[in-house]
């Protein structure tokens, strides 16, 4: 594993997932430069086997990185999460995209930065005359407008994103909710079907009983 996952904790970088842009780095052998990773990596990694761990490039500060984004050979890295010297936590991904989204952290809320950066200049007059319902510009709508517009353009549709994003999550907890019913009620079911069996196989004992005392009964009655 140590060869396919960032070897940071609180870090879950591996091949398989890596964003675009993250690359994989083993430790140098240059052993001045390695006993410099491992001052800075002591308390930041569970395990580290030096022939296999790899480090991902967002442990890297962006001086260390060449025109190509190539890691220059003086790198070392000083980037890592939050309490990663404790335990393993993910302070970077809420649970699931929903509750990212409803996260405080939302667009929305850059919006709101970028409104109230806005709100400090002045909207241009008789902006409404520049867009049509769908927020469309005219053609001899002036740039400031223009910019204007789509910001209003981008909290409107914000809006509504998180809006569906609630709906959803709605929905999402009505099949959760029916799934579970449905889950109970067969459960139910087989109970049901578990007695009939027992029921059944008592009968067919019973049966046996009598067709043996049939039997008997027959064997007296023929002497
Ligand atoms: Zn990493």
Request: proline share 3%; net charge positive; aromatic share 6%.
């Amino acid at each position: 594993m140590s060869h396919t996952h960032c070897a940071i904790l609180g870090c879950k970088n591996t091949i398989f997932n890596k964003p675009i842009g993250v690359s994989f780095h083993a430790c140098p052998s240059n052993s001045e430069l390695r006993s410099k990773w491992l001052q800075m990596l002591k308390k930041k990694c569970t395990v580290l086997d030096w022939t296999r761990s790899r480090i991902c490039s967002r442990h890297f500060e962006n001086k260390y990185f060449d025109a190509q984004r190539k890691l220059k050979e003086n790198a070392i890295p000083t980037l890592f999460p939050v309490n990663s010297s404790n335990k393993v936590t993910d302070v970077t991904t809420p649970r699931t995209k929903v509750d990212r989204l409803l996260n405080k952290l939302t667009q929305a809320e850059l919006m709101a930065d970028i409104k109230s950066s806005l709100s400090k200049m002045k909207e241009p007059a008789n902006l409404d005359n520049y867009m049509n319902d769908d927020f469309k510009c005219r053609s001899d709508t002036p740039a400031e407008a223009q910019l204007w517009i789509l910001v209003k353009k981008q909290d409107h549709l914000n809006t509504r994103l998180v809006e569906q994003v609630a709906q959803n999550k709605k929905h999402v907890d009505v099949l959760q909710k029916n799934m579970e019913e449905d889950r109970a009620s067969k459960k139910e079911m087989e109970q049901s079907v578990e007695t009939y069996k027992y029921i059944v196989k008592c009968l067919q004992e019973k049966l046996a009983t009598l067709e043996e005392q049939i039997e008997i009964l027959t064997t007296v009655e023929a002497r």
